[in-house]
Structure formats: C-alpha cells, structure tokens
C-alpha cells in the first residue's frame, strides 16, 4: 500500500502540473499574457512591468469568471508560457520584444490571438516589423513620417465602438506619439482616441521622430492616438501611444480604455459601461518600478496627481 501510494502521488503532481499549463483552455476563461520590456527613463516612465502589473491585476479583480492574466518581464524562458494565449499585451522599448521574437509572434497570430502594443512598442524601427504590425494591429509608428511630442491631448468626441464604453471625454498629457502610418485607406481601422496637436509640435525639425513635412502640413488637424484594427481572420489589435507617463494608470478613462481593448482583442464583452476597475493608490504605483523613488519626489507628491486627475468638472457658471 504503502508503495502505491508513494507512485500515486508524484503522478497527480505531474498531472496537476499539465492541467495548470493549460488552464485557459480547461477552465473556458480567455489567457491574457503581458510581456514587459526592461525599464529605462528613471522612475515614473517608461515603467513597462510596474504598468502591466497594474493592468493585469485590474483585469483579475473586475473579470475573475471571465479571464486570467500572466505577466512576464521580458520573453517567457518558458515558451509554454504563451500557449494558448487569447491575447499578448507587449510594452517595451522600441519594439524590442517584437524584433527580436516576430517568427514567434507569427505563428501565435496565425493561431488567432490578439495583440495590444502600448507606446514605444508601436516603434519598431524595421521594415519587416512594421509591416507585420499592420497586419496584427493596423498601424505603427514609422520614422520619418510619425512624431513622439509630449503634449495634452484633448479627447473631445469619443467612439461608438465597444472599446470606448464608459470612456468619458478627457485630456491628459503624454508623450502622444502621432501622425502614424495605417494600412492603406484605414481599411479594418477604427480610431477610438483622436485628439488635434497643437502647432508647436509640428513645428519641430526634420528628423526622425522631430518633425517632417507631411506632419507639417496637418496643421490643425486630429491625430489617431489609440485605434482597434479588426483582422481578415476575426483576430483583434490594438495601437496606444500614451504610456509615457506611469502616472496616467491613474486617470480613470485613460486606464479604462486600455483595460476595455485588452478585453476586446481577447473576444469578450465589454461590459456596457467598461470595465471597471479601482484607482490605482500611490503606492500602487509605486510599486514593481525598475528605478527607486528619487529624494525629490514621494507618495503624497504621487497622490497628488491622482487626485487632480480624477477631479469632478467644475459646474457650468
């Protein structure tokens, strides 16, 4: 007896391990799997894994029946990691992650997944990248034509598509990357964040991620910063290029919106008013950062700019 048992029970860890490899597929709930690039502006930017972590524990909390996440710092070791995956969310530099896996990537998106590229993932750099990235996402940042300008966006006029539910009009400040080219007649686009620039960050010099003429002459005209692209195969994408800014996580809408796409490309419903979520603390986002907290700066000074973020408007005089 006493062997048998001692055969039995390395055999149910082997199993449960198997089963755990796949629990997307044995518990019906949709796998969604961050990939998070290597910090590299300092402390508040650029803070790939502190803000997938912040994402993804927001998805656990509002659709626990309907999903589960997994967040990797870097490329999996584990390519088992990705099996299965309903969606991959990457936020990195430059494109890195895409690079240096686009074979990988391939074969996941011929399987069916969607992908989400927040910020300077959406900046590849190379020919063959970007041209995959229309193919999944619908557009890319493409130097020489596109621009990386901080400035507030005003998002005035929101989509009808169900990536926008419960988005209310805002604006914030960010490194809005703009000006960015889509497949030819923005065909399976639909713009969901569009804002106008002001001229000054037009104005720039030629360069490339400064200025250029063709940015220069839309003077006044709105730019898509955040876009849903609906694929030939039925798969989903979705282009940000805020995310700059680590703080934003703490703007109701701007969190919303992201949290709504990351959904949408996993084929689930958005909720009729999006997909709810807390406001991130300071200590929240404090949390998982790459770079320590600098002396000058500290969590009341943090929640301060979530305060203001989440003010209610002013009433009409």
Same mark, same amino acid.
């Given at each position: 007896?006493?062997? /048998?048992?001692?055969?039995?029970?390395?055999?149910?860890?082997?199993?449960?391990?198997?089963?755990?490899?796949?629990?997307? #597929?044995?518990?019906?709930?949709?796998? /969604?799997?961050?990939?998070?690039?290597?910090?590299?502006?300092?402390?508040?930017?650029?803070?790939?894994?502190?803000?997938?972590?912040?994402?993804?524990?927001?998805?656990?909390?509002?659709?626990?029946?309907?999903?589960?996440?997994?967040?990797?710092?870097?490329?999996?070791?584990?390519?088992?990691?990705?099996?299965? #995956?309903?969606?991959?969310?990457?936020?990195?530099?430059?494109?890195?992650?895409?690079?240096?896996?686009?074979?990988?990537?391939?074969?996941?998106?011929?399987?069916?997944?969607?992908?989400?590229?927040?910020?300077?993932t959406v900046d590849p750099g190379r020919k063959e990248t970007m041209e995959k990235m229309r193919d999944w996402i619908g557009g890319c940042y493409e130097q020489h034509w596109s621009i990386n300008p901080s400035w507030i966006a005003k998002f005035e006029k929101l989509s009808a598509h169900p990536v926008a539910r419960g988005v209310k009009p805002f604006r914030i400040h960010d490194e809005w990357y703009c000006h960015m080219r889509f497949r030819e007649n923005m065909e399976g686009v639909t713009p969901i964040l569009s804002a106008v620039p002001p001229d000054s960050v037009r104005k720039r010099p030629d360069g490339p991620h400064s200025g250029n003429p063709a940015v220069r002459a839309r003077m006044g005209m709105a730019e898509d910063v955040g876009w849903v692209y609906q694929r030939p195969d039925g798969a989903r994408g979705f282009g940000f290029t805020g995310g700059h800014v680590h703080w934003n996580w703490a703007h109701n809408d701007f969190r919303k919106v992201v949290l709504n796409a990351i959904v949408w490309t996993a084929r689930l419903e958005v909720p009729p008013n999006g997909v709810p979520s807390k406001q991130p603390t300071a200590a929240d986002l404090i949390a998982n950062q790459d770079s320590p907290m600098p002396g000058n700066w500290s969590a009341e000074l943090i929640q301060r700019f979530i305060d203001d973020f989440n003010k209610p408007p002013e009433p009409a005089k």
């Open positions: 007896m006493k062997l /048998i048992r001692s055969l039995l029970v390395p055999l149910g860890v082997v199993l449960l391990l198997c089963f755990a490899g796949n629990a997307g #597929a044995a518990d019906g709930k949709r796998k /969604i799997v961050f990939l998070a690039g290597a910090g590299s502006h300092g402390f508040g930017s650029h803070a790939h894994n502190a803000g997938c972590q912040l994402l993804a524990k927001a998805l656990n909390e509002a659709m626990p029946d309907k999903l589960h996440t997994v967040v990797s710092r870097g490329w999996p070791s584990n390519a088992s990691l990705l099996d299965g #995956a309903d969606t991959v969310v990457i936020y990195c530099d430059a494109g890195r992650l895409l690079n240096e896996h686009l074979a990988e990537l391939d074969a996941l998106m011929k399987k069916g997944a969607g992908l989400v590229c927040l910020h300077y």
